[in-house]
């Protein structure tokens, strides 16, 4: 038997509920299609279980694009205080931490809940374990959804199925394989907010250094971030590497200053000036920790006291703590990264309505699209923000 709905959404998590809640709304009769076998799971497993559900500070720099200019237009239809006001009419105790970032006081779960209660205040339908076998636009323009269970025709098709990471809670490429179904051109995709992993070497000399985190300055040529650096047993990681990441290309290096609020070679040139007699080392040392020092900076001049110090012993030390260069190997790809880089061309979409310009009826939300946000809220804002649009039109 043919099911007839006005909306299909594939992906109950993000932007399909948002979507979902929009078009409800407007008393469209939605349909919320998933494989999984629970609706919201990347919500539910984000900001460390307590959901960064957006950034009171969020402008279109904050995301990445082939397209930089694309995600204006939703981001200012539907933003993040709309979306904090949404959070305060559900009274979800949430708190600011650095950045801008908002987080849940308590669980990500309130987020979700709140989702799947708006969902169900517009009679929204939501199946999950649902395998879609086939996706086709009829002659009479529906289209034709066939999932394992059952056949669908519906007027506007939403495809919210997000990006490649962390397949093994259900991420899959179905997005960017029914765009190009549909003529739509995809972008290479690539893992972002990923920890770094090193090469042999680094990694023999890091390894040990494994549980330290700093305050770090990262930057390549097109891109600078000051936050946590942490050191790990398989590579580095913390903010500044996850952000630093959606930026780095394979095979290039990246700088990292340690020490980002001091001048160290001055530093050092006025602690030898006062006559100091310490060792390089136990100086250094109150600046940063020992095992940190030890694994970067020459043996033979951290023994040294400081009168007995040459200058550029010294340009040497500052350089190896804040210009530290380090090529990584690659990142440790989808399997921890947060977000994917490139999808779905925006150029081929309705920044307005999120609606493809080639075929009429099908829209793309979410991460599924060429539009990557930074770490700090940025990526869940867009998907209610791209969610929400689509809602006012499907
Ligand atoms: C560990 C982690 C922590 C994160 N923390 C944050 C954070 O704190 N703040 C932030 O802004 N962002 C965070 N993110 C990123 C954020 O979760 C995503 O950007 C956001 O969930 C994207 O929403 P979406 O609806 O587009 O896709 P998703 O949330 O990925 O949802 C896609 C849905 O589609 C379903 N689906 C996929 N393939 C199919 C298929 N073939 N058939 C049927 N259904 C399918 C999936 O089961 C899923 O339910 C985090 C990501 C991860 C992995």
Not at 61 to 69: A, F, G, R, V
């Amino acid at each position: 038997m043919l099911k007839k709905v006005d909306v299909v959404i594939i992906g109950a998590s993000a932007s399909g509920l948002m979507c979902a809640i929009e078009a409800g709304k407007r008393k469209r009769k939605v349909l919320v299609l998933d494989h999984a076998n629970k609706a919201g799971k990347k919500i539910l497993m984000s900001g460390g279980g307590r959901c960064n559900f957006t950034n009171y500070d969020v402008s279109a720099e904050n995301y990445i694009s082939h397209n930089p200019h694309f995600c204006k237009s939703a981001l200012s239809r539907f933003t993040q205080w709309d979306f904090i006001a949404m959070v305060g009419d559900y009274k979800i105790p949430y708190h600011e931490r650095s950045h801008g970032q908002l987080f849940c006081d308590d669980s990500a779960k309130d987020i979700l809940n709140m989702l799947l209660d708006e969902c169900k205040a517009v009679s929204v339908e939501i199946k999950l374990k649902t395998n879609i076998k086939s996706v086709a636009k009829a002659d009479n323009g529906r289209f034709i959804i066939i999932s394992d269970t059952e056949k669908i025709s519906a007027e506007s098709l939403v495809i919210a199925t997000g990006g490649l990471s962390i397949p093994k809670i259900g991420a899959t490429p179905f997005g960017y394989q029914i765009a190009e179904q549909f003529g739509h051109h995809v972008y290479p995709t690539y893992a972002g907010l990923v920890p770094f992993t090193l090469q042999p070497g680094d990694k023999e000399k890091l390894s040990p250094l494994s549980g330290i985190a700093v305050e770090a300055v990262v930057k390549n040529d097109r891109q600078s971030f000051r936050e946590a650096i942490l050191f790990t047993h398989r590579g580095l990681s913390g903010p500044v590497i996850l952000q630093m990441s959606s930026y780095w290309h394979p095979g290039e290096a990246v700088e990292i200053n340690l020490l980002p609020d001091v001048d160290l070679f001055e530093f050092l040139l006025q602690k030898q000036k006062e006559g100091s007699q310490q060792r390089v080392k136990s100086v250094l040392a109150t600046l940063l920790p020992q095992r940190l020092i030890a694994a970067l900076v020459d043996e033979g001049i951290m023994d040294k006291s400081f009168q007995d110090t040459p200058h550029a012993h010294f340009k040497q030390v500052a350089s190896q703590l804040q210009k530290w260069r380090v090529s990584p190997n690659g990142t440790e790809g989808y399997r921890t990264a947060e977000v994917t880089l490139g999808g779905v061309d925006c150029n081929e979409l309705s920044s307005k309505t999120m609606q493809s310009n080639k075929i009429a009826g099908l829209y793309f939300v979410g991460e599924v699209m060429d539009v990557t946000g930074w770490l700090g809220g940025y990526n869940f804002q867009w998907s209610w923000s791209s969610g929400w649009c689509a809602g006012q039109c499907v």
